[in-house]
């Protein structure tokens, strides 16, 4: 790891302080299709403090989340996450929820019914381990977080399942500036090969003009980008070259520096 006085893989501390977030949650999950992640296997990459990874794991009634990420203290403070977010939330009501129909009910638990006030006064409740099948699938149990340079190494344990879902957000530009070109092509190819069939990757870039700020954190940065021939504009060329099949363009979520388009793109599914 670099000194932790410089992010060169974006693994800012105290990054979602700085994100503009909706009081209802990310700004990004809210432009994706409501039931997009409902009963599905989702790997978050470059995950941080996991905000984003709790956020699909508590309310979107995701199966099982995994965030990974390169730095191991914000591997741990994400593990912290889930543990208030398990500690703010409303009693978990016995009795099925509506998985097994066509149409999943979304967002019936409230995940701010205590006090955050309670959580700074006394700690965080500890989680008891699931008790049923079904349990394990519900927020805290259905998230995990994982330290692990995704792209050179992915996370056997976790990818040998195949995902439904795969979400890359703001992560592109640190993934391109420390692995090159090449990095950017087998980060995009690793991810084809984690999805399963007609499974969906959420992609979120950062412009080449942000490039800039990021290159002088280290020489390392400012070497490797100088060898880049790649640029963002160029990467949906490079996931159709790899195998997705199609994309869907959702939006320029965020505000400021962090309006970036989001899409989704499509691995084939079996014919
Ligand atoms: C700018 S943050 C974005 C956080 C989050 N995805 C979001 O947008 O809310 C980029 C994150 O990607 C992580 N990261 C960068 N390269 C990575 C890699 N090769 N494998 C896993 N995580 C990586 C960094 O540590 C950092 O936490």
Not at 9 to 26: C, I, L
Not at 36 to 43: E, G, N, P, Q, T
């Amino acid at each position: 790891m670099p000194p932790k006085t410089v992010p060169i893989h974006g693994n800012y501390h105290g990054y979602y302080s700085k994100r503009v977030t909706d009081a209802e949650g990310d700004v990004r999950l809210a432009l994706l299709p409501p039931d997009l992640f409902a009963d599905k296997r989702v790997l978050d990459v470059g995950c941080n403090e996991g905000w984003v990874t709790c956020e699909i794991a508590q309310t979107r009634h995701a199966r099982e989340v995994v965030g990974v990420d390169i730095d191991p203290e914000l591997v741990s403070l994400a593990w912290k996450r889930r543990k208030l977010l398990w500690s703010t939330q409303a009693p978990i009501r016995s009795g099925k929820r509506k998985r097994d129909t066509d149409e999943p009910e979304l967002a019936s638990l409230d995940p701010h019914y205590f006090p955050a006030a309670m959580h700074h006064i006394f700690g965080p409740l500890s989680v008891p381990p699931a008790r049923t099948e079904d349990e394990k699938t519900r927020f805290p149990h259905n998230v995990a977080f994982v330290s692990a340079d995704w792209v050179n190494n992915g996370c056997p344990a976790f990818d040998a399942q195949g995902y439904d879902v795969v979400l890359a957000l703001s992560v592109t530009k640190w993934i391109h500036l420390n692995d090159g070109d090449e990095g950017i092509r087998a980060f995009f190819t690793r991810v084809l090969a984690a999805l399963r069939e007609g499974g969906t990757f959420v992609l979120e870039i950062q412009p080449w003009d942000s490039y800039a700020k990021a290159r002088r954190m280290h020489p390392k940065l400012k070497e490797n980008s100088a060898k880049l021939q790649l640029r963002p504009d160029a990467f949906g060329d490079v996931l159709k070259e790899v195998g997705f099949i199609e994309d869907e363009f959702l939006g320029v979520p965020g505000e400021g520096g962090f309006a970036r388009p989001l899409r989704m793109y499509t691995k084939a599914p079996l014919s």
